[in-house]
């Protein structure tokens, strides 16, 4: 997941952690914009062997 993170358009692939385990993925960190978090969310779904994906990002506020 974190390598299909690092190739996504709008994400910023560094602010993310990601943690798995059995097939679920957990997010946590902040992203600039909520079209970067559903690019990032809609990224780890379509990582093969990802059954569910739990978003905890928030938008970092400058």
Do not use: H
């Not at 299909?4 to 994400?11: C, K």
């Not at 997010?27 to 079209?35: D, K, S, V």
């Amino acid at each position: 997941v974190k390598a299909a993170l690092l190739t996504a358009a709008d994400v910023k692939a560094l602010q993310i952690n990601v943690d798995s385990k059995d097939g679920i993925v957990s997010l946590n960190g902040t992203q600039e914009t909520a079209t970067a978090i559903e690019r990032a969310v809609a990224v780890a779904r379509g990582t093969a062997g990802v059954i569910s994906v739990e978003n905890k990002l928030t938008i970092k506020i400058p």
